[in-house]
C-alpha cells in the first residue's frame, strides 16, 4: 500500500508538471509489486496479468475515438498489477469521476496520474470507514 501511494504520489507530481507519465517509473513499480509479491508467497494469478494486458491494450482502439495517451492506459495496468482486478476497477472510476471536476471547471487537459493518486487515497479511505 504504501509503495503504491509513493509511487502514484511521484507519477502525479510528473504528470502534474511536464504531462508524461514515465515509463520507468511505471516498469519499477510493477516490477517492485511482482517482488513484493513473491517475498510473500502471494501469487500473481493469469487472470490479473491477462486484465493488465487488456487495460494496456484499450490503448489501441480507444486513441481512434478520444485523444488520450499510452501512459494512462499503461498507469492502469500497473495499477491493475499492484492492486487486483477488483479493486482496480473501483480506483479507476473513482479517478475517473475526480478527474471530471477539472474539466467541467473549463480545464482542457488534466493529468490524469495526479487524478489517479487522489482516487487511490479516496479509494484507501473509503474502504477504511
Known amino acids: 500500500m504504501l509503495l503504491n501511494i509513493i509511487s502514484l504520489s511521484i507519477l502525479g507530481y510528473v504528470d502534474y508538471k511536464i504531462y508524461i507519465i514515465p515509463n520507468i517509473i511505471l ?25 493488465a ?8 482502439p480507444l486513441r481512434q475515438i478520444v485523444k488520450c495517451e499510452g501512459g494512462d492506459f499503461k498507469l492502469f495496468a500497473v495499477i491493475v498489477l499492484a492492486t487486483g482486478p477488483n ?20 480545464i482542457k487537459k ?12 479516496a479509494f484507501l479511505l473509503l474502504r477504511k470507514g
Open 27 to 51: 516498469l519499477a513499480w510493477a516490477v517492485s509489486t511482482y517482488v513484493i509479491y513473491l517475498i510473500s508467497a502471494i501469487p500473481i494469478s493469469a487472470h490479473t496479468i491477462i486484465l
Open 53 to 60: 494486458g487488456i487495460t494496456a491494450g484499450m490503448y489501441i
Open 87 to 106: 479493486y482496480a476497477l473501483s480506483i479507476c472510476f473513482i479517478s475517473m469521476f475526480i478527474s471530471l471536476i477539472p474539466l467541467v471547471s473549463g
Open 110 to 121: 488534466v493529468p490524469l496520474a495526479l487524478m489517479t493518486f487522489f482516487g487511490y487515497i
